[in-house]
T-cell receptor
Framework: GAGVSQSPRYKVAKRGQDVALRCDPI?????LFWYQQALGQGPEFLTY????????KSGLPSDRFFAERPEGSVSTLKIQRTQQEDSAVYLC???????????FGSGTRLTVV | DQQVKQNSPSLSVQEGRISILNCDYT??????FLWYKKYPAEGPTFLIS?????DKNEDGRFTVFLNKSAKHLSLHIVPSQPGDSAVYFC???????????FGAGTTVTVRA
């Protein structure tokens, strides 16, 4: 597609529920990033993929967070046993290479109740 | 540990006047700086960038100034237009670093 597509746009989860957030990057983009944006804050880095390899997951806040990109295209961010502090907008971005400009998707707004 | 700071959460400016957005950073290893613009319910979109070897970069109505010694950059929008009303994020990265560190954003409102 023309841009980075994320689904769902909005997700309401009950505390303790598992969620999966999907990202379709721009076709051919090697690099894929996940960022978390809490209310009133800037995006914060979560993890980075180069093709199917997860090269950096240093930003994942806990072991409840897991990301994958098995075929080097679509990526899924999974959050297990969601907590209220996980409520945020989750942004996916892709780029042609690690030093090229990002294109962000519109994000998934997760609300944990 | 907030390495990029935007100390003004909001800015209101009259249409046709100049908007000046400020950003400070603490990490001396940062060498590439970007501004992103974000409309509600959309992802951030790239606006303009500057590398540390320059002190100014201009693109149409948008100019970014970098003062490395002060660890400060600013974005000037001249003239401001109603469509410029959005949240603006300052971001920075180090040499060959793929991670961006973002500020908290400044909400710009352009009044007609």
């Amino acid at each position: 597609g023309a841009g980075v597509s994320q689904s769902p746009r909005y997700k309401v989860a009950k505390r303790g529920q598992d969620v999966a957030l999907r990202c379709d990057p721009i076709s051919g983009h090697v690099s894929l990033f996940w960022y978390q944006q809490a209310l009133g804050q800037g995006p914060e880095f979560l993890t980075y993929f180069q093709n199917e390899a997860q090269l950096d997951k240093s930003g994942l806040p806990s072991d409840r967070f897991f990301a994958e990109r098995p075929e080097g295209s679509v990526s899924t961010l999974k959050i297990q046993r969601t907590q209220q502090e996980d409520s945020a907008v989750y942004l996916c971005a892709s780029s042609q290479g690690q030093n090229y400009g990002y294109t962000f998707g519109s994000g998934t707004r997760l609300t944990v109740v | 540990d907030q390495q990029v700071k935007q100390n003004s959460p909001s800015l209101s400016v009259q249409e046709g006047r100049i908007s000046i957005l400020n950003c400070d950073y603490t990490n001396s290893m940062f060498d590439y700086f970007l501004w992103y613009k974000k409309y509600p319910a959309e992802g951030p979109t790239f606006l303009i960038s500057i590398s540390s070897i320059k002190d100014k970069n201009e693109d149409g109505r948008f100019t970014v100034f970098l003062n490395k010694s002060a660890k400060h950059l600013s974005l000037h929008i001249v003239p401001s237009q109603p469509g410029d009303s959005a949240v603006y994020f300052c971001a920075a990265s180090g040499i060959n670093d793929y991670k961006l560190s973002f500020g908290a954003g400044t909400t710009v409102t352009v009044r007609a």
